[in-house]
């Protein structure tokens, strides 16, 4: 059982109310399994917030407890089951059970189980029923299959705006939105919009099987990451139509109709030059398509929206849900980087050969192990570079790696301006991290080590004055103590004047 799978079902558990059986329909478990972590989780008085920090070995820990499936239980035929219901109007299931009971009770199923697998039967059949929608409980979304087309004004191409629609289950309010693609990022931003334009939040979406929705299609689908974050982001949850099974998204298809006839059709007929400009048309035409009178009933969609759906949709959450990307796992290069999008990020070194997996936002890239952050960057789209924070340096890579012109300059600073003078002769004319110069300011710093700061300063200024600022002047000078000579040396004094020396007056005339 994957964690992903099992945290939705607690998700699911904590956040909402619906009952076992449903809960265990959404994420493909057995509803004893999702009965059993409910157990647990009334014991442990977690909620949500709580067990969504939890690490993955934290939150396998605390329902790590399995309990085996009773083999011994026998099931009847459903087909004779479903014979006997059609056969009698009055026929109940109730009554159906008790005598399944009556053969042999140690190995029939409780009256819960019975429905569930009776009701599971049916959907096996196919068959089909007039749905009874709640207010604020769903919206159905799919993509139109007409487009819209648009002119690119840099290029001159000629490109196809896709339509986004979303139904809402019981006012059949309509939305619609033009994205460049069905892409995962195009089909997040639809659903952004889609919430705004409804000013709220319903229990339930449920989309098609296209590959931004759904990861694995099939009777029990495999939900997109970004698309299941985004559904816990607005507390909502996730539940695909069927395979080849357009009665589960009825509405859906009739809104789709309907955007096309009032919509997709009218707009096919102008031109235009971004799809900003299509969805600013969208939004003049929508509450004509909304305000339009039913023909069999009472009022229109805008009008039921108001009375029905509206009260009952959940609070918009302060921020819109910031589409990212999930890269796969991988495994922590042995100089703890790892590759995103044709970047390196470094990770910190510990977690090196582990494996680690990124979540990349539109400026943001954070790595996780475990479900754990255990580091974050700011995006860098330079292909084949390297982002990398010292912090994650073991301390001998951040000792070689601050040998730079910055760090001996704060050095030098400490010791005198002659000192930062002979720094900075080192870096003259070199890159900040230039090697040969990194190499001679470490050399400076054992000689100030060996004969003390204030001599190596004194030296550095001796070195200045003869115009020789090198680590081997220095250490010339400190050697031969040049720097701790006497500064009042006795001078030659003015030579006595003779008649036959010729002054400086003599030679301001010229030759």
Request: proline share 4%; hydrophobic share 35%.
């Amino acid at each position: 059982m994957k964690i992903q799978t099992r945290k939705e079902m607690v998700r699911q558990l904590l956040t909402t109310d619906y009952s076992n059986h449903h809960i265990a329909r959404n994420t493909d478990l057995a509803p004893n399994t999702v009965r059993r972590h409910k157990l647990i989780l009334n014991r442990s008085l977690l909620d949500w917030p709580q067990v969504s920090e939890m690490r993955d070995e934290v939150f396998e820990a605390l329902f790590s407890k399995k309990k085996q499936a009773d083999k011994r239980k026998r099931l009847p035929s459903w087909a004779l089951i479903h014979k006997q219901m059609q056969a009698h109007k009055h026929q109940t299931l109730v009554q159906l059970w008790e005598e399944y009971c009556s053969i042999e009770p140690g190995t029939a199923y409780s009256q819960s189980q019975f429905n569930f697998y009776y009701n599971k039967y049916l959907k096996s059949m196919g068959l089909s029923m007039r749905q009874t929608h709640y207010a604020g409980e769903c919206v159905y979304v799919d993509y139109a299959g007409k487009t819209i087309p648009w002119t690119n004004s840099d290029t001159g191409e000629q490109c196809f705006a896709q339509v986004f629609v979303g139904v809402l289950g019981c006012s059949q309010y309509t939305f619609a939105f033009a994205s460049k693609s069905q892409k995962l990022e195009d089909f997040i931003e639809a659903h952004n919009q889609m919430f705004m334009f409804f000013s709220g939040v319903p229990q339930v979406v449920v989309p098609d099987n296209l590959k931004s929705a759904v990861t694995t299609p099939g009777k029990f689908p495999l939900i997109n990451r970004t698309y299941l974050e985004q559904s816990r982001h607005y507390n909502c949850v996730i539940e695909p139509a069927l395979v080849r099974r357009p009665q589960d998204k009825s509405l859906a298809e009739i809104g789709v109709l309907l955007v096309t006839r009032w919509i997709t059709v009218v707009l096919r007929r102008r031109q235009f030059f971004s799809v900003h400009e299509i969805n600013q048309e969208i939004m003049e035409l929508l509450p004509k398509l909304n305000q339009r009178k039913f023909k069999r009933k009472e009022g229109s969609r805008f009008s039921r929206f108001e009375e029905l759906d509206k009260p009952k949709l959940q609070a918009l959450p302060s921020q819109p849900f910031e589409y990212a990307q999930w890269i796969t796992a991988q495994k922590a290069n042995s100089d703890y980087h790892v590759n995103v999008l044709k970047h390196y990020y470094s990770v910190p070194h510990q977690y090196r050969s582990k494996k680690v997996e990124a979540r990349v936002t539109l400026n943001m890239v954070e790595l996780l192990h475990n479900g754990k952050r255990i580091a974050s960057h700011v995006r860098n789209d330079n292909e084949g570079g390297a982002t990398t924070d010292n912090a994650h340096m073991p301390d001998s890579h951040r000792a070689y790696a601050e040998q730079n012109n910055s760090h001996y300059t704060q050095w030098a600073e400490s010791i005198g301006e002659y000192a930062v003078k002979l720094v900075t002769a080192q870096f003259k004319g070199k890159a900040s991290y230039s090697m040969e110069a990194n190499n001679a300011c470490s050399q400076l710093q054992s000689l100030a080590r060996l004969y003390g700061n204030e001599r190596f300063g004194a030296a550095c200024q001796c070195a200045l004055n003869i115009e020789s600022p090198t680590v081997k002047s220095v250490r010339s000078i400190l050697q031969c103590k040049i720097d701790m000579r006497s500064d009042d040396a006795p001078q030659q004094s003015q030579l006595p004047q003779h008649h036959n020396v010729r002054g400086a007056d003599y030679y301001q005339g010229g030759l």
